[in-house]
């Protein structure tokens, strides 16, 4: 996720693949953090990055240069080691790299007109697509081996996603999720749900992708236009329960992905069912949306995820279940933020800020500056 604004601190910020870490990178160098604590786990100084990735909770960072010196190109691709500090592997292409995303098997790079595959523990190269112009390096991976899908704009003049299988190195489908251009994309972790946000941003659309266009869930975020900055799925092994999203307003959006599925099956035997289509009635429907606003400073570019989902008792008079999300913010003026979202079975919701800390500030807990 990279900047487009040097007046912010933080230049790219990312989640690992179970969102138990997180990366920045300032006009300095990187940071690596641990999300659960907050500890600061590795930091090197050496010049700016405009992508950090990690795999998993390893050693081992992708990492691209922004260009400011003649040895951080932003058209190389450099594996690095935070245990022994040094570069395992580079690859070198001809064109700025835009986006980078990998797991234990797979290792994608993003170019604007085209995206790499190679294998993640030889590095051979085993597959090249070609792309419409993607110049925002946008794109969702699902880490998960079994599923394994990799998802990029198939259009740039409308909502259309190509969702290619990784590991069979085939194309998959692709759904047509809105008229205009996308936004932003996202995969759940298991590969069974994809959301997408057109560059309006009013409407953010789930699809089912075993099902492509057959099946798809509409929220609305707002009535006005918003640029979408990131959106975050809740961790599941089957169906994710939230769906997180930041923009351009500053407001902190959950949307209720189980309960909107449970009212569609309810809701298609009665005659409303029958008359509107699902897309139409679910997008009308406030009750799958929960709103935090003035969680970010408005205009700032923010990345949040969803990073634990617990079930908690409602309250101490009462013994039914409610759901507590954990979701962590990382905004690009240098703050990170913990809030926590409990809903009860009555659909009742209540925000709270856990924790809040300026990352600019944070101190080397683990390994020594380079």
């Not at 997180?244 to 992905?257: E, K």
Request: glycine share 4%; net charge positive; with cysteine.
């Amino acid at each position: 996720m990279a900047n487009q604004s040097s007046s912010y601190p933080i230049i790219c910020a990312s989640f690992n693949q179970d969102n138990s870490a997180f990366a920045i990178s300032t006009k300095d160098g990187f940071k690596v953090f641990d999300s659960s604590t907050g500890r600061l786990c590795y930091e090197r100084v050496v010049g700016a990055f405009v992508i950090v990735e990690m795999l998993y909770g390893s050693s081992l960072l992708a990492i691209v240069g922004a260009g400011e010196q003649p040895f951080l190109s932003p058209r190389r691709l450099c594996l690095f080691n935070t245990t022994t500090g040094t570069a395992l592997r580079e690859l070198n292409f001809l064109t700025s790299i835009l986006a980078v995303r990998l797991n234990r098997k797979r290792l994608v790079v993003l170019l604007q007109e085209k995206t790499y595959i190679y294998d993640s523990n030889s590095l051979s190269i085993l597959d090249t697509i070609d792309t419409v112009p993607n110049l925002k390096g946008l794109c969702a991976f699902s880490p998960c081996l079994d599923s394994c899908f990799l998802a990029i704009p198939a259009s740039t003049t409308k909502g259309s996603v190509l969702v290619y299988n990784v590991m069979d190195l085939h194309s998959y489908c692709e759904i047509d999720a809105h008229r205009g251009p996308l936004a932003a994309i996202v995969l759940s972790s298991n590969g069974m749900y994809i959301a997408t946000a057109s560059e309006q941003g009013t409407i953010i659309r789930v699809h089912l992708v075993s099902e492509a266009t057959k099946q798809s869930y509409s929220f609305r975020r707002g009535t006005y236009p918003s640029t979408i900055f990131s959106l975050s799925f809740g961790p599941s092994m089957r169906l994710p329960d939230i769906l997180v999203a930041t923009s351009t307003s500053g407001t902190l959006h959950a949307f209720s992905l189980a309960l909107a599925i449970n009212q569609r099956s309810r809701r298609s035997s009665s005659f409303l069912g029958s008359v509107l289509p699902n897309s139409l009635t679910d997008a009308l429907d406030p009750a799958h949306h929960h709103v935090l606003h003035n969680a970010v400073s408005a205009g700032v570019k923010s990345c949040a995820v969803v990073r634990k989902i617990e079930k908690v008792p409602a309250s101490s008079l009462s013994k039914a279940v409610a759901c507590r999300f954990t979701i962590s913010v990382v905004t690009y003026n240098g703050y990170f933020q913990e809030y926590t979202l409990t809903i009860n079975n009555q659909n009742e919701a209540v925000w709270a800020l856990e924790r809040e800390f300026n990352l600019s500030t944070a101190t080397q807990a683990l390994s020594k500056k380079s």
